[in-house]
């Protein structure tokens, strides 16, 4: 009988019970991949991650090795499980802390997570953001259940990567963004024919905190925090001038569904390109404990 130490965390939230759930499994080196979907339909969250851990020097050179799987497929990046799994190595395996610093080496390579002081305050340096086709908006408002109105005028929504593709829509305000209601059966073959997984929906609050209100509904729920495609949503408006390249900014999602998370999202410029995507957020320890498997 094997016994996995596993961790069960809120993401983008110091509350519990609000923000992103993750598990975490430890030392997962001698599981097979049909395993670990096994084990990531057993929890049933959004998203498990599974921890390899490797010689000493191999993390240290190209970081601790983690997979992440949804309940239906491995994913090759995602937000809230690269900044929730470091978040648990850097209180239970405090050697994978270099400086301030926890690198995952996950399938879109290494990513590194910057602590800020003694608290669980980590920031991710995404991938370099990939930023594609232009979407026409008649088509993607008839998407999300919306009037071309409710988009902003002057942003055309695009197809943006940070490793994992979103398309990314800007709404002119946060009472269009109550009113989201994606047409999945027509929306994700669309979606998949352009590169994309799922529509990313922002919308600007009109005060100074939080900046951006957004939502990510898929089919059979909506997702209260989605690192990987805020990561997107920087790079977007930073590319289009909306954001100051090196500004952070504060962008609540889950409202609706009653798990408020808080991001916090900057990005650069270098050679007219966005560079230095970087999405942080606090990460709180709900549940720890052992699977039995034979």
């Known amino acids: ?52 851990r490797r010689a000493p020097e191999v993390e240290r050179a190209e970081g601790v090795r983690v997979r992440i799987f949804t309940t239906q497929e491995e994913l090759n990046f995602a937000g809230h499980p690269t900044l929730g799994t470091a978040s648990v190595l850097r209180i239970s395996a405090p050697s994978t802390l270099v400086g301030d610093t926890v690198t995952l080496r996950l399938n879109v390579g290494p990513v590194p997570v910057k602590f800020e002081g003694e608290g669980a305050f980590g920031e991710m340096t995404q991938p370099d953001p990939t930023i594609g086709e232009t979407l026409d908006r008649a088509d993607v408002a008839q998407f999300l259940g919306l009037d071309v109105a409710d988009l902003d005028p002057a942003l055309q929504p695009a197809i943006v990567s940070t490793g994992t593709a979103f398309a990314i829509v800007i709404l002119s305000s946060i009472a269009s963004l109550a009113r989201l209601s994606v047409r999945h059966p027509q929306a994700t073959s669309w979606l998949r024919e352009r590169g994309a997984r799922w529509f990313y929906v922002l919308a600007p609050t009109g005060a100074t905190e939080p900046d951006y209100r957004a939502r990510m509904q898929f089919n059979g729920g909506e997702d209260p925090a989605t690192g990987s495609a805020a990561g997107c949503a920087i790079a977007y408006l930073v590319q289009h001038g909306v954001v100051t390249p090196g500004a952070r900014i504060h962008l609540r999602q889950g409202v609706e569904i009653g798990r408020p998370s808080d991001l916090f999202l900057s990005a650069r410029m270098q050679s007219a390109r966005v560079s230095e995507v970087r999405v942080a957020g606090s990460t709180v320890l709900v549940a720890k404990g052992q699977l039995f498997l034979p």
Do not use: H, K, W
């Not at 923000?19 to 599981?31: C, E, I, K, Q, S």
């Open 1 to 52: 009988m094997a016994e996995l130490d596993y961790f069960v965390v809120d993401v983008f939230s110091g509350t519990a019970l609000e923000g992103n759930p993750l598990a975490v499994v430890m030392d997962t080196a001698g599981l097979n991949t049909d395993r670990m979907q096994s084990i990531a339909r057993e929890f049933n969250l959004s998203e498990t991650t599974f921890v390899e």
